[in-house]
Structure formats: structure tokens, C-alpha cells
């Protein structure tokens, strides 16, 4: 059977939620952080590897990162690696990223996947995959692939479910929402048709383009565009329409405003690793519920906190409860490990009255 199943891992973002561990220089893509040897980049190529041939992958990043890349996987295609100069968020990653897959196989269906998430069960998430890329294959459809939340977790977006289809696990998209309040994601914990966004987006690549030349007018002149850069030049060549792309993303323009798309519940056990308190979830702690990651310690009266310090280094604390402890490069940070806006203002603040990155 001929295999018209491709993959675009987007791996252009500049973690900034991670800080000071990921770092715009140095992002969390490119960091082992949890000791496993492999960094997140590697781990998400590997996992798709394990089931798609490797000519069928392909890479979006910025061009600052192409030396992690050439480094991280040595092996890959220089053809493979979509170079942007400048970030424009998701939907010019996934707009340039189709139109070259297209070029590549008319007939191409295409899994988008982030590089910044945990999977637990990798069989199940092959299976998963499978089968959305099966479904989407078969009309003008987009899909994006969900899992039935544990817990009223506000760092995540939610996906509810609409009207079933004939499939097993996908129904229609009925309302997407973004980080919610404590008390909406307990409403949707109890209500039973909402799951967690994974930002896991399938689609065949005519219906994506279809639908963003319809739904995003700034697009109509700039898709024919990349279609005519993708006929006359080789894909590692940097496109200059970037300069001219708005910054959106997929989400958004695409998945919230189109009439055809679908939610797949999957089973495969995920885990977004876009903030430290998401980071935390799924790792095991010690006994008083601390959190280790990859790091050598010695704590006394300490209770709930995530720590994670240079392999080298060693941290010693006494009665610390509940914070975050990082330190990478020239920053040390001990934050609440709750307070999600304190650590954005810190390193906000860090950045503009210390200059540090």
C-alpha cells in the first residue's frame, strides 16, 4: 500500500515559560530535561520514527537553532529542515511546512506535532496516530487529538466534543477554549465532553490550505506565493515571505473557525511540558512530594518543590515548600511554584533592567 502519512515537528519556539531553563539562545527543544539522555527534539523524532519512515518527517524550526539541529539529529535530510527566519507563530510553520509536503506527495496527510510533550504509551500513540491519519485522509477534514482530562488542570486548552461521527472516538469539534479558570476546568472535569488540547493537528494537506486561504485573508496572496517558492526552490532555502506573514497561529485562525473539523479521544497518556507546574505532572517525587529533575540534592522540611540545577552542582535547602528552585547559566530563580505570572514578571524583568536573556 502506498504510504502518503508525512509529519512536521515544530520545533521553532523559544520556551519561554521554561525560564531560566530554556532560554531564547538555547530553547527547551534542544534540553535533556529529565535525564534521559535524549533531549525532547530527539525524543519526538525518535517516536515518530519508530513508525513513519524518516524521509516522510520534516522539521520546522527557526534558523538561530539550525546548529542544535544538525547536532541533535545529524542524520536528518538538510532538504527535511524548514528554515524560518523569523517567528510567526504556528500558522506560517504549518502553512510553509504543507505547501512543501505537498510538493513532496499531492496526496500527502499530515500529522503536526509539538515538541514540547510527554507520551506515555508510545504503541497506543502509534495506534492513535494511525487511525487519524486514516480518518482525515477521507474527505476535507481537520482533527485535532485529544485526551479525557484527570484532574481541573487551568495550564491546558480544552477541546469539547460535538455530535459523533461513524468512527470510534471522533466526533465533530464543538468549542474550543484556552487556559481556563480553576472553576470552568472543574466544570469541564465533571461535565464528561470536554478533553485536553494536545495541539496535536492532522489533516490532508489540501484541506489545510483550502482553509487558510478562506479563512485567513492576509494568506490569499502569500499561499500561491510559497507555492511557487516550493516549485522553483529547494525547501532549505530561507523563504522571504516571512517577513510579510502575520503572527497567528493555528488554533486560532484555523481549528476555531473552520466547519469541518473533528476531536479524536485518545488513549495514549500525554503530559504538555510547556510550564514547570505541567512539567511536574506525570514525574515521580520522593516521599515529602518534591520533584527532582535530573539534579543532585539534599533537602530537610522541604514539601511539593520542583528543582532542577546544572548536573554539576549540587542544592541544599531547609523548610522550602511548594516553590520552584532552577538554576541554568547565570540565573538562579526560586519562585512559588504556583504562580505562573510571578515567574513571567521575574524574567520579564530580568530581561529589561538586567540584561539578561
Not at 505532572?281 to 528543582?307: F, K
Not at 513571567?344 to 536573556?357: G, S
Amino acid at each position: 500500500m502506498e504510504n502518503h502519512n508525512y509529519c512536521l515537528i515544530l520545533a521553532g519556539g523559544i520556551g519561554s515559560r521554561l525560564w531560566p531553563m530554556s532560554r531564547k539562545s538555547f530553547p527547551k527543544q534542544f534540553i535533556d530535561i529529565f535525564g534521559t539522555g535524549k533531549t525532547l527534539l530527539q525524543e519526538t523524532y525518535d517516536r515518530f520514527l519508530r513508525f513513519m519512515p524518516a524521509d516522510h518527517i520534516y522539521i520546522s524550526t527557526n534558523v538561530d537553532y539550525l546548529p542544535y539541529i544538525h547536532e541533535q539529529l545529524p542524520n536528518v535530510d538538510e532538504t527535511h529542515i524548514l528554515k524560518e527566519p523569523l517567528h510567526r507563530g504556528t500558522l506560517a510553520s504549518v502553512a510553509w511546512g504543507t505547501v512543501v509536503i505537498k510538493k513532496t506527495d499531492p496526496r500527502a496527510n499530515l500529522i503536526v506535532s509539538p515538541v514540547d510533550q510527554l507520551i506515555l504509551n508510545d504503541e497506543q500513540f502509534q495506534n492513535d496516530v494511525k487511525q487519524a491519519l486514516d480518518f482525515v485522509s477521507k474527505g476535507n477534514r481537520l482533527l485535532v487529538m485529544g485526551l479525557r482530562p484527570t484532574r481541573p488542570e487551568t495550564g491546558y486548552g480544552y477541546v469539547q466534543m460535538g455530535e459523533e461521527t461513524d468512527q470510534k472516538n471522533i466526533s465533530r469539534l464543538k468549542t474550543f477554549t484556552e487556559k481556563p479558570e480553576l472553576q470552568y476546568a472543574e466544570i469541564f472535569l465533571q461535565d464528561g465532553s470536554f478533553l485536553w488540547n494536545t495541539g496535536i493537528f492532522v489533516f490532508n494537506v489540501d484541506a489545510m490550505l483550502d482553509n487558510i486561504y478562506k479563512l485567513v485573508p492576509e494568506y490569499q496572496i502569500e499561499i500561491p506565493e510559497m507555492m511557487a517558492e516550493a516549485e522553483t526552490a529547494a525547501p532549505k532555502f530561507l523563504p522571504e515571505f516571512f517577513s510579510v506573514l502575520p503572527k497567528l497561529s493555528v488554533d486560532m485562525n484555523i481549528m476555531e473557525k473552520s466547519e469541518n473539523v473533528y476531536v479524536y479521544e485518545c488513549h495514549f497518556g500525554w503530559a504538555d511540558l510547556g510550564t514547570w507546574g505541567t512539567v511536574s505532572n506525570n514525574q515521580s517525587t520522593d516521599e515529602q512530594g518534591n520533584i527532582l529533575l535530573d539534579t543532585r540534592a539534599l533537602l530537610t522540611n522541604c514539601q511539593g518543590n520542583i528543582i532542577r540545577m546544572p548536573r554539576n552542582h549540587t542544592v541544599i535547602i531547609d523548610g522550602l515548600k511548594d516553590y520552584v528552585v532552577v538554576e541554568e547559566g547565570d540565573v538562579l530563580m526560586i519562585c512559588p511554584k504556583e504562580n505562573a505570572a510571578t515567574m513571567r514578571r521575574m524574567m520579564t524583568e530580568a530581561q529589561t533592567q538586567l540584561n539578561i536573556e
